[in-house]
């Protein structure tokens, strides 16, 4: 008799029952193996999803964002370095501080003869209140103008030369009609008129041109 004839029947459902269990094992790993292929699948078709939604930066961008920074860190010293040009150097000559001197005190006349308009046509019995009032806002305008020139020498900016020089060019008429006048009136027409002078002489030195900054061609 053969061995499997000698075989009982539990012995064969016990062998029929362990290949059963390793048939649904080795179909549950295959299962498994299967969604761990599929998780894989998906998150690799994700991250490529994720870098082609992403942004690219092209290559010249970084030089670029370099090239910009470098200009950020020298603006200040380059800006720093124009104003220095802007400036004329070295010390105010005495030239150019007279000029300065001189305008300044010329519109502090003109401003104060202003006043004293304003004065008089307010509490005085001038003629016409009306006329002296106007002739007060003329005095205050024509004071402006020296005292912004002065102000523009004694900083060395180069466009207060022309106000400067306009100024005393007016002020010469002034002068010869105060000393035509006669009178008290021929002492002020003198001193406006050396005063006048005087500035124009020291506005067209050398000295005083270029610590204006005014070339040669500019004066």
Not at 7 to 34: F, L, M, N, V, W
Not at 121 to 145: H, K, M, N, R, Y
Request: aromatic fraction near 4%.
């Amino acid at each position: 008799m053969s061995s499997k004839q000698n075989r009982s029947p539990g012995q064969r459902r016990q062998k029929a029952a362990g290949a059963a269990k390793t048939a649904k094992a080795a179909k549950a790993a295959e299962t498994a193996g299967t969604a761990d292929t599929a998780d894989t699948a998906e998150t690799q078709r994700k991250t490529a999803s994720d870098d082609d939604r992403a942004p690219v930066a092209p290559a010249s961008q970084a030089p670029a964002d370099r090239s910009r920074a470098a200009d950020e860190r020298t603006s200040p010293s380059r800006a720093t370095a124009d104003g220095a040009a802007d400036e004329p150097a070295g010390p105010r000559p005495a030239r150019l501080t007279g000029a300065a001197v001189i305008a300044v005190v010329e519109g502090a006349l003109l401003a104060a003869y202003g006043v004293y308009l304003v004065v008089m046509g307010l509490v005085g019995d001038p003629d016409s209140p009306q006329q002296t009032e106007i002739l007060a806002v003329v005095f205050f305008v024509l004071a402006a103008l020296p005292l912004v020139a002065a102000r523009g020498l004694w900083l060395r900016r180069s466009w207060s030369r022309g106000p400067a020089m306009i100024t005393q060019i007016m002020a010469l008429p002034v002068a010869w009609t105060l000393i035509n006048s006669g009178g008290l009136l021929i002492a002020g027409g003198i001193g406006i008129a050396i005063a006048a002078i005087t500035v124009l002489v020291l506005l067209v030195n050398p000295t005083a041109t270029e610590a204006l900054g005014i070339g040669p061609r500019d004066a």
